[in-house]
């Protein structure tokens, strides 16, 4: 009886985990238009184009700073944004802004919103972008 009841546990256990929602820790992720929705919903936000200097050049998303997050001075570049303030991320298909993302919230940035799918689907969905 007790390992039936454990079995159960378990099972309720992983069901449970495999229903929260896509955020790590105080990043989400967000699909485009919900990214453009909420980060024009709110004026104190932090724009981070985290693709290299050539790849921004050709296009990024309007009022976007750059800062490449495979830079040598990454960690210190983003002291110069504002903890208390939202910063959002984004590179060409997600996987550089993941890690930045994570790298932000490590140095104590609480709230961080990470392009899914990057400029690519950001391209896709038809919004615009500068160059």
Partial sequence: MKNYVLHIFLGLSVLFA??????????????????????????????????????????HLKDAQNICVTDADFEERIKELDKNKPVYVYCRSGNRSARAAKILEENGFTKVYDLQGGITSWDEEGLETEQ
């Fill in 18 to 59: 495999s229903c929260q929602e896509n955020k790590s820790g105080t990043v989400e992720v967000m699909n485009p238009h919900h990214f453009l929705e909420t980060m024009e919903n709110d004026s104190s936000s932090q724009l981070v184009d985290v693709r290299t200097t050539e790849e921004f050049e050709v296009s």
